[in-house]
């Protein structure tokens, strides 16, 4: 049971940045070669730019806001300055309200990121301390008007200043009270700490009596994490800008559970209680909606869908809706309660079967991401520790839990693998994989689909032995695969689009897309190895058309593929493995255009051609052929 | 496409088959159906229009086939000729399968019959022709024209299967004792016919049994891509390499089948009222067929305007443009640009470079899974894929690259893994996570516990002493999952899944057919074998189990009462990092009333430090009176999510410390003004929302100190 089951699950993010000569003055770089005048100030600015984008990117519906603190001007919704009366909250500047971000509002944080002027106008230090229970309470009141009933809200404070308040009991005393009522009202503070050029961040000093061990919406995330203790030793601006990027992404998404305290059955008789969370999920871009252009601005409108009978088109109540099968032409019903039970295989659970080597589980067996679980305190007090026990042995023997789980009542059952997965950190020391047991979905046997026949010619040694040394020329570094490397291109350059488009930009010409593979380093490191492959390739493709049959779980090939093949002849220096007559279709084709008689081509072969170049071979024979037109014109 | 396909079966109804043998609970004849059905019912649940059927009875009390004529062919009648079985043909051949008052009509010659009507209905066309005849073998048969027949089902590789109840088979391990004698004989020739013509003769327990065993549908395997494995860029470099290859899935999940939405025909729906009577299914089928009609979903659109009535007002489809949110802007992307967000693409498969196979995370598998192998036929293609397959092989490495199935699509990054078995060499490829497709949750280490002052701890009662950790390791290491051969040594056995099905799947499938036939009948639970992982094997248990009982005593591990959980009043208010008790600064500052500004906060507040219930009475008094100006004052829906966090607050709150009284008073006064438009006009809206939040009454489900029990909950939020 969901005991904030009333909650919207969004979460709320308002950076608190601290203005103050400290944090304005600039950090140059060490290196000579970067000349940078980033400071604390516009470091965490461009943090909190770059947390907007992305956040519109990965959480649209989640709301993300801007205070400053500390600053001459004060703005708090239409009070500043010039209006009557009493500030409320004086020397607290909003300068981006807690709301869903607007392109416009997109727009004008990056020009405050950019601009230096308006960083001088906005950003000028006061000559009064700000009163940390004022910007608090502030804080408190735009979370309360504008997040109510967020399942996540969470201030990030960022500042150099340990000790705001020295020795001011009142005013210290003033601000931990407004830290609890935060808490108290579910508001998690997350503190970026800066340390100054002479001394470090100390926490004790004001900060640990303003934040809180346990988050007061999770109450079982273990125990507090540090803040990533390098952030507060970067000297320099754009380390500085770097290590508070890293702290601010691990903790960009708040940590909501995909399942919570489900049993974890070791044997009979035997639960410990672990939540579920989704690390892995394929980032799509949103799905288009329709807009609305006849008011002053475009205008999302909101689908409403009713359901009608097909026979009367009356008005259905949800509670006349029967679900039913179709079967034979006609259809089979079920009573709803006999619909649910039809996927009800008991409660949720994940029940240990047995053990089996990691080796055994094969690379093809797989049908989706992966969940990771994480042991709670919630329903067993001990949980934990056996939790680390079955870890670290499935770790140290390399073994994997085969289990039977159900994730909610009606989900049905899956066989998993369960491993463990150690923890994982960058070279700040900033976690990348958190430890713990990951279940691998198995595939059913309705499944599994078998293996097409194909031509099988086992390569000789000499072959292999060549392409091994392309393969071992070509390796990432590390020889590991780091996701963080490979941003998502299709869905950056949606949204970059996108971004322009809303803030009528000009269009950007070209896409940065660091999927594409490092087309000069791979000729340079291996083109002469490729090509002495070729050349083996070539002698042992001669070899072994002239003496043996190929091997194959086809029925007998026409032998004209063969003599085609033959035909291609080895090229001079030229790598080609295609063994098609993909060399003749390209000189054809070619000779056809400059002819202008493309169109006496067979649809087949303007096909093949699009298709080895990886364009679309679909439509009519005058698509195909303007198609290959442009194609050579562009040459 | 699949193949045609026109079966036969041939149902022997007569009189004896109507009677209970050897101790079943059943008649042979039901015993026979429980398998027709399940045959036939799977070929109807194809809905193929090619996947046909006809069925013939025999010793039928009548005649009835185009041959009858002939006195040969006397009790067998055609039940349904040669076409594709929809419903009503399942409820007219269900009328029909009883058992006659004779035991006169010969087998034989319903094959004979069989025969003719696959020839008449396939001609000399590619069909999959099969004949199933099941008999108990009592009565006469001739042995006449044996030899014809199986010539022609030898000519038109017709499938033959025959089977009967109580036929002996020494394979399956059935004798039947004291057989007729006239039994015995006819199962002898119809064995040695079987025999002849390469079919099954088996005995029908067999059949019965293995239905069980739930079919797996096999999928002709279709191309996902076709074209280059690509190293380096052709355009540019000379030195580039391009293999031509074939993407076939290697896993997919089968999906069950989906369920429609219907409702019944409005003609008949007048009769009903209300929500009671949509479990019963009309007795009657109303005489023109079908009594459900299907839902059509209907979509408005609606844009927000303050000068309209209800701010809101109707948009046509037509007016609407296509666009995208940005944030909370709308971008509006005209048709001429609709493409104008996609990235161009070129189709092709290119390396981006090689990985050490060790130090890939396994769970960094993204979703199912796909094989690559050289184009068809090639010769010299195969000869270069197979250098990279075994390249890779000995390297232990695997290939990150960038797939682009088809022009304009998005890339994604794939892992090539090489795959070599005895008779098939392919690459295997999963997709691997993009930068945005992680989430960053960060979780403390499991071998060590870090304090909130940075020290690092290695004894906690978070982590395991030597003894867990030992009584664990003996625990896996008994529960390993073995194969014994046949001399009873364990070997390591693959993962089950060639044998483990999907029980969502099967389960319906089984269900919608059954329900079919027997429409009045319940449910049947679903089969053992859909549920056979779902405990670990009985041989593992017994020999574990003391490794099992040493890990209990020595884990220690406690359940938590449920009613603990959540608790307050015994709980150690929370402290910040330092220690600091904030609580008692709070009761310096003497806040006495809740401020509407700080509402939930100070309430929260007046309840920890709450030293008597009149203070607990009157901070929930001063709460109502706060939500209840929030509703006052809401414009249209401008403060509900408000009222809803302080009604949950207040809920959760009251139920921790034990007064679900107060809330619920509170509640039942509130509905009231609500629905007697006290509180600002019409808020029925609000209360709507109250029921979705699951904000009504505390039962005694949730609190063992309500009074409401939880039909008196329900009835509340449901009542108007």
């Known amino acids: 049971m969901c005991e904030q089951g009333y909650k919207s699950v969004r979460d709320a993010v308002l950076f608190a940045i601290e203005v103050s000569d400290s944090m304005l003055q600039p950090r140059p770089s060490k290196d000579p070669k970067k000349s940078s005048q980033e400071s604390p100030a516009t470091a965490a600015l461009k943090c909190a730019y770059h947390l907007m984008q992305q956040r519109i990117i990965s959480n649209p519906h989640d709301m993300i806001g801007v205070l400053f603190y500390g600053t001459k001007l004060s703005k708090f919704y239409d009070e500043d300055e010039n209006s009557r009366g009493d500030l409320s909250y004086p020397h607290c500047y909003l300068f981006t309200d807690l ?50 009933n967020f399942l996540s809200r969470r201030l990030f404070i960022v500042t150099d200043n340990d000790n705001p308040h020295g020795d001011n009991k009142a005013l210290r005393s003033a601000a931990t009270v407004r830290a609890k009522d935060l808490y108290d009202l579910g508001v998690i503070i997350e503190l970026f700490p800066i340390s100054q050029l002479n001394q470090e961040f100390d926490t004790s000093k004001f900060y640990d009596d303003i934040i809180y061990k346990a988050s007061p919406m999770d109450p079982e995330a273990p125990s507090y994490l540090k803040p990533d203790s390098k952030t507060a030793e970067a000297q320099d601006g754009i380390s500085l800008l770097n290590n508070l990027l890293s702290s601010i992404n691990s903790r960009s998404v708040p940590r909501r559970a995909l399942v919570s305290n489900i049993s974890l059955e070791l044997g009979p008789n035997f639960k410990i209680s672990v939540s579920g969370y989704l690390l892995f999920k394929r980032q799509e871009p949103a799905r288009s909606c329709f807009v609305w252009l006849g008011g002053e601005k475009p205008q999302i409108a909101k689908g409403v869908t009713t359901q009608i009978a097909d026979d009367t088109a009356r008005t259905i109540e949800k509670w006349e809706i029967r679900k039913a099968y179709r079967f034979g032409g006609d259809q089979v019903s079920f009573t709803p309660e006999e619909q649910k039970g039809l996927r009800d295989f008991g409660e949720p659970v994940i029940r240990i079967i047995g053990f089996k080597p990691l080796s055994e589980l094969p690379f093809w067996a797989n049908v989706k991401h992966p969940v990771f679980i994480y042991p709670s305190e919630e329903d067993y007090v001990g949980s934990t520790r056996v939790f680390s026990a079955l870890y670290q042995k499935l770790l140290r023997d390399k073994k994997v839990a085969l289990v039977w789980y159900i994730a909610r009542k009606a989900a049905g059952p899956v066989l998993g693998a369960m491993m463990a997965g150690e923890e994982k950190v960058d070279e700040d020391g900033v976690q990348k994989f958190p430890p713990g047991l990951w279940i691998i979905p198995l595939p059913f046997a309705d499944d599994v689909r078998q293996n097409p026949e194909a031509t099988i010619q086992v390569a000789p040694e000499p072959l292999i032995d060549q392409m091994r040394t392309i393969i071992q020329q070509l390796q990432l570094p590390k020889g590991v695969y780091d996701p963080q490397k490979y941003p998502n291109p299709s869905l950056q350059w949606h949204y970059r689009i996108l971004q322009a488009l809303a803030l009528d930009e000009d269009l950007p010409e070209k896409p940065e897309d660091k999927t594409l593979p490092k087309y000069r380093q791979i000729d340079k490191r291996a083109g002469d190895y490729v090509l002495s492959w070729a050349d083996e390739l070539e002698k042992q493709y001669a070899t072994i058309s002239a003496t043996s049959g190929p091997k194959t779980t086809l029925a007998k090939r026409p032998a004209k593929d063969k003599g085609a093949a033959d035909k291609a002849g080895p090229p001079a220096k030229k790598a080609k493995a295609d063994g098609s007559n993909a060399g003749n279709i390209q000189a054809e084709v070619q000779s056809h255009y400059q002819k202008g008689t493309l169109s006496k081509l067979t649809v087949a072969t303007l096909k093949e051609y699009l298709t080895s170049l990886g364009r679309s071979a679909a439509g009519k024979k005058a698509d195909l052929v303007e198609r290959v037109e442009e194609l050579l014109e562009a040459k | 496409m699949a193949d045609k396909e026109a079966t036969v079966y041939i149902v022997d109804v007569g009189k004896s088959m109507g009677e209970r043998r050897n101790g079943r609970e059943i008649t042979d004849l039901e015993w026979a159906m429980q398998y027709v059905w399940d045959r036939i019912t799977s070929t109807v649940a194809t809905g193929r229009k090619t996947a046909m059927l006809g069925v013939i009875g025999l010793k039928t009390n009548g005649t009835n086939n185009e041959l009858q004529d002939d006195s040969h062919f006397s009790n067998i009648s055609v039940f349904s000729e040669i076409k594709q079985f929809l419903m009503p043909d399942l409820r007219q051949l269900k009328d029909e399968i009883k058992p006659s008052s004779t035991d006169k009509g010969d087998a034989i010659s319903a094959l004979i019959l069989a025969i003719q009507m696959i020839i008449t209905h396939c001609k000399k066309l590619k069909w999959k022709r099969k004949i199933v005849l099941i008999t108990n073998g009592l009565g006469r048969i001739s042995d006449e024209n044996v030899d014809d027949i199986v010539s022609k089902v030898e000519e038109d590789s017709t499938e033959l299967v025959i089977l009967g109840p109580d036929f002996d088979d020494s394979e399956y391990g059935v004798k039947e004792e004291e057989k007729d004698p006239r039994k015995a004989e006819n199962e002898a020739l119809l064995r040695s016919l079987s025999e002849q013509c390469g079919g099954v003769f088996g005995t029908l327990e067999q059949a019965v049994s293995e239905m069980v065993i739930p079919r797996v549908k096999a999928v002709r395997p279709i191309a996902s891509f076709k074209g280059f494995l690509q190293l380096g860029n052709p355009h540019d470099y000379d030195t580039a390499v391009r293999i031509p290859v074939e993407r076939y899935p ?36 109303p005489e023109d067929g079908n009594p459900l009609t299907s839902v059509r979903n209907l979509r ?7 000068n309209a009535p209800g701010g809101k007002i109707d948009i046509e489809r037509e007016d609407l443009a296509k666009g995208y949110e940005y944030g909370r802007t709308a971008v509006h992307i005209s048709e001429t640009d609709e493409n104008i967000t996609a990235l161009e693409t070129e189709a092709a498969l290119e390396l981006i470079g090689f990985i050490q196979a060790e130090r890939y995370d396994r769970y960094m598998h993204m979703s199912n899974t796909n094989i690559l192998i050289a184009q068809r036929p090639n010769d010299k293609t195969s000869l270069a894929l197979s250098s990279f397959i ?48 992680i989430r960053t949750y960060r979780f403390p280490p499991l071998d060590k516990v870090i304090t909130v002052s940075g020290k690092v701890v290695t004894e906690h009662r978070n982590l395991p002493n030597d003894d867990l950790q030992d009584a664990l390791d003996r625990y896996v290491d008994s529960m390993e ?23 969502v799947l099967h389960r319906i499938n089984a269900a919608i057919r059954s329900r079919a036939i027997q429409p009045n009948d319940p449910i049947p639970p679903p089969a053992k074998i859909l549920t056979q992982f779902s405990q670990p094997p009985e041989h593992l248990l017994e020999t574990t189990q003391r490794h099992l009982e040493k890990l209990i005593e020595v884990a220690d591990v406690k359940k938590v009462p449920p009613k603990a959980k959540g608790r307050k009043r015994a709980r150690e208010p929370e402290k910040p990092l330092s220690g600091l008790d904030v609580d008692a600064l709070l009761s310096q500052e003497k806040r006495v009333k809740i401020s509407p500004n700080n509402a939930i906060p100070e309430f929260k507040q007046t309840l920890a430090l709450a030293e008597n219930i009149e203070t607990t009475k009157d901070a929930v008094k001063q709460m109502r009176s706060i939500i209840e100006d929030q509703i006052r004052h809401s414009l249209g829906d401008a403060n509900y999510d408000r009222v809803t966090e302080g009604l949950g607050v207040m809920r959760e709150e009251l139920i921790s410390y034990e ?11 509130l509905k009231e003004k609500i629905l007697k438009e006290r509180l600002g006009g019409d808020r029925r809206e609000l209360w709507w929302l109250v029921k979705r939040s699951k904000l009504g009454l505390i039962d005694q489900r949730q609190s063992e100190l309500s009074d409401i029990t939880e039909e008196q909950a329900k009835a509340f939020l449901s009542a108007q």
Do not use: W
């Open chain 1, 99 to 148: 709301d869903i971000p607007s392109a416009h509002e997109v727009l004008e944080l990056r020009s405050l990121v950019e601009d230096e002027d308006k960083v001088q106008n906005v950003l000028m230090p006061s000559d009064e301390n700000v009163s940390m229970a004022n910007v608090l309470f502030c804080a408190n009141q735009i979370f309360t008007s504008k997040a109510p």
């Open chain 2, 250 to 285: 290697r896993t997919m999940v089968a999906k069950a089948p989906s369920a429609s939405q219907f409702v019944l025909r409005s003609d008949l729906a007048a009769g009903q009222e209300g929500p009671d009577s949509i479990t019963t299914i009309p007795e009657t089928q």
């Open chain 2, 300 to 306: 408005t659109y609606q844009v927000s305007d303050e």
């Open chain 2, 390 to 437: 075994h390249a890779l092989f000995e390297l232990e490495s695997y290939a990150v690259a960038r797939l682009v199935t088809k022009e304009n699509k998005p890339p994604l990054l794939v892992l090539l893994a090489p795959s070599i078995e005895p008779e098939y060499e392919c690459l295997l490829e999963v997709q691997l996570p993009f930068a945005e497709d």
């Open chain 2, 481 to 503: 999952l073995m194969d014994k051969d046949e001399d009873g040594d364990l070997s390591e056995a693959p993962f089950p899944i060639e044998d483990s099905f999907s029980p």
């Open chain 2, 659 to 669: 007064e679900p009284g107060l809330y619920n008073e509170f509640l039942k006064d």
